[in-house]
């Protein structure tokens, strides 16, 4: 059974930080490139940084170069966005997605940035 489960969230103030992760079960875990996605309220689910699978490859939305780094631990089978200087535009739900032919969708965890 595939499961993508994300942790992390909450509630921080404007410049804090937090990190995400996504633990990864039920199928080749280092085959498959992993990206955060993120949805506000009232607007479309949209791509935040993405990794590739062995190379180190990363892509980032450009609201949040030099403040999110996407990385991954393939023998734990967990993906992880640390998320620094965040801004309350950063807030919504952030989705842990992994695809390769196959696209597998976590179930999403609460970020919040207000002060």
């Known amino acids: 059974q595939v499961q993508l489960v994300e942790s992390g969230g909450g509630l921080v103030q404007p410049g804090g930080s937090l990190r995400l992760s996504c633990f990864a079960s039920?199928?080749?875990?280092?085959?498959?490139?992993m990206s955060w996605y993120r949805q506000a309220q009232g607007k479309e689910r949209e791509l935040v940084a993405t990794?590739?699978?062995?190379?180190?490859?990363?892509k980032y939305v450009d609201s949040v170069k030099g403040r999110f780094t996407i990385s991954r631990d393939n023998a734990k089978n967990t993906v992880y966005l640390q998320m620094n200087s965040l801004k309350p535009d950063d807030t919504g739900v952030y989705y842990c997605?992994?695809?390769?032919?196959?696209?597998?969708w976590g179930q999403g965890t609460q970020v919040t940035v207000s002060s």
């Open positions: 997605n992994a695809i390769f032919g196959a696209n597998f």
């Open positions: 039920g199928f080749t875990f280092s085959r498959y490139f």
């Open positions: 990794m590739g699978t062995t190379d180190g490859s990363t």
